[in-house]
């Protein structure tokens, strides 16, 4: 793991959490959490501090355990022999002890991994690149070895047309700064319609935050196409919440979607691509 006493240090020296401007001391670990639960391939920001380099540092071990649990799915799936005349049933001891293996290809889904496309945070900061806030990010990314997975858009607010093209959708937008309603605008169309999540924080403690909320729920009650949850810092008087809603235009539980033939036929072409 890359969150060890020495990351923890170099965080902290670089962005201290505790402050009136930043408060993320325990939104810092829940957005680590969450980029590894569920492995956003476009992460976009706005404000750039201490949660940056827990986004990153996620992200990079998110792109570590996917070359490890690719090697091995690929060594357990050719133990099935010919995938061409598997039963894929519950009911089949070879398919469950595949499906089981006890270690980091433990039910994972064939699927996810035939196409791994890098994963990368632009982070859009209002501050210059020379300016000494903007330095102190440069040098803890370097220092924690994380400028691959990391873009800094500096000196500008957000704006989609400086991600480039291949950044669609986002899967994970997260605004730690101002303009609630304006980023949510910018975003929310090419937000992932399979469950990509927007994050804002600071959202109980003023009054603009959580009119801006409201607004947004507003916006999309017609569609019904959003999940909303508010999760209060209640030991604290300010930089003490954030709100996560989730996208489910175009999204359904795999329970409704996945059959055993798709998982044998991405199993397949997993094999394949690996060869």
């Not at 240090?9 to 569920?38: D, H, K, W």
């Not at 990079?60 to 060594?75: F, G, I, M, P, Q």
């Not at 986002?170 to 700064?177: F, G, P, R, T």
């Not at 949510?184 to 600071?202: C, D, Q, R, S, V």
């Amino acid at each position: 793991m890359i969150i060890d006493k020495e990351f923890l240090r170099v965080t902290q020296e670089a962005f201290s959490p505790y402050c009136p401007y930043s408060g993320t001391e325990n939104v810092a670990f829940l957005l680590y959490s969450m980029v590894r639960m569920i492995r956003p391939r476009v992460v976009v920001e706005y404000g750039s501090g201490y949660t940056t380099l827990f986004i990153l540092a996620a992200l990079a071990e998110n792109t570590a355990d996917s070359k490890v649990e690719s090697a091995l799915l690929r060594e357990k799936t050719e133990l099935l022999g010919d995938l061409n005349t598997l039963n894929l049933s519950s009911e089949n001891p070879a398919f469950t002890a595949w499906l089981e293996k006890q270690d980091k290809s433990c039910c994972v889904d064939p699927g996810y991994y035939l196409d791994l496309k890098p994963s990368h945070l632009y982070s859009f900061e209002e501050k210059g690149e020379d300016d000494e806030y903007s330095r102190r990010m440069t040098s803890a990314v370097e220092a924690l070895d994380l400028s691959q997975w990391f873009s800094h858009v500096h000196g500008s607010g957000f704006s989609i047309d400086s991600l480039p093209p291949g950044a669609r959708p986002v899967d994970l937008a997260w605004n730690d700064a101002l303009h609630y309603k304006e980023f949510f605008e910018a975003f929310w169309p090419i937000l992932n319609p399979k469950g990509g999540l927007m994050i804002f924080h600071n959202t109980v403690a003023r009054k603009y935050s959580w009119d801006a909320i409201q607004w947004m729920w507003a916006k999309r009650s017609l569609a019904k196409d959003m999940e909303v949850v508010t999760l209060p810092e209640i030991h604290k008087l300010n930089q003490n919440s954030c709100t996560i809603l989730r996208r489910t235009t175009a999204y359904q539980p795999p329970c409704l979607t996945r059959h055993p033939e798709e998982i044998l036929h991405n199993a397949v072409r997993f094999m394949e691509n690996q060869e």
